[in-house]
């Protein structure tokens, strides 16, 4: 089993721009972005392969999210711009600990999760 510890959450104005940070314990393969909004399910939001090269957006977050990640450090960050009140919540990173192809949008496909990290955008 692999640690997660997501960080660089915080309160925002609409329009801002925010990173999150994932540190991951060990080696993991597919590893993606969730949120889950107050009073609703935990979602998707984006996602990377195991490789680094291919993301993969919900439509929520496209041209707005970036999901990139550096394995020499076992990091994956979320770079969110142009900021809406709907995306505040908590995010949480997810990382998956054996291979698959591409990226994966279903929370069970994951197998660790971080403890997650609030992000409020709000005026």
């Known amino acids: 089993q692999v640690h997660l510890v997501e960080s660089g959450g915080g309160l925002v104005q609409p329009g801002d721009s925010l990173k999150l940070s994932c540190a991951a314990s060990g080696r993991v393969y597919a590893m993606a972005w969730f949120r889950r909004a107050p009073g609703k399910e935990r979602e998707f939001v984006g996602g990377?392969?195991?490789?680094?090269?291919?993301?993969y957006y919900a439509d929520s977050g496209k041209g707005r999210f970036t999901v990139s990640r550096d394995d020499a450090k076992n990091t994956v960050d979320l770079q969110m711009v142009s900021l809406k009140p709907e995306d505040t919540g908590v995010y949480y990173c997810?990382?998956?600990?054996?291979?698959?192809?591409?990226?994966?949008?279903?929370?069970?496909?994951?197998?660790?999760w971080g403890q997650g990290t609030q992000v409020t955008v709000s005026s």
């Open positions: 997810a990382a998956r600990g054996a291979f698959i192809m591409g990226v994966r949008s279903e929370r069970r496909k994951y197998d660790d």
């Open positions: 990377v392969d195991w490789s680094g090269d291919l993301t």
